[in-house]
């Protein structure tokens, strides 16, 4: 998720930066390239990826486990193969996951400029 700060914090940073000599454009810049980099950051580590990608992991080992399980690990469990009903389970949750986070991908943030960054027309200010 992409941090957002109040319009007082974004003039006090941009502040600083021209107070080191930086230009309007370059706090512009600065600023929206870190936005996307958070963004890029909050699509990877998504939740439903890793626990997609988990379950889906998990899923195919213990199916695999309750396909080659033996006559005694049945009747242990009662005349079930549980590890396979499981594994398909896992795997189907899984599955459910990263379907989900392909059908609705995490939302781009849009780039939000400190007020000094934006002429009075609504456009972004070009150098000092």
Excluded: C
């Amino acid at each position: 998720m992409s941090e957002h700060f109040e319009p007082d914090e974004h003039a006090a940073a941009a502040e600083r930066l021209r107070h080191a000599g930086y230009s309007d454009a370059d706090v512009q810049r600065e600023v929206i390239e870190l936005e996307e980099k958070s963004a890029t950051a909050a699509r990877i580590f998504d939740l439903r990826r890793i626990i997609g990608g988990l379950f889906v992991v998990y899923g195919v080992i213990v199916t695999i486990v309750g396909l080659t399980d033996d006559d005694e690990a049945i009747a242990k469990a009662q005349g079930i193969n549980i590890n396979l009903w499981t594994g398909l389970g896992m795997l189907l949750l899984g599955l459910f996951f990263l379907a989900w986070l392909k059908l609705r991908p995490a939302a781009h943030p849009t780039p939000s400029l400190p007020p000094e960054a934006v002429s009075p027309e609504g456009e972004p200010r070009r150098g000092v």
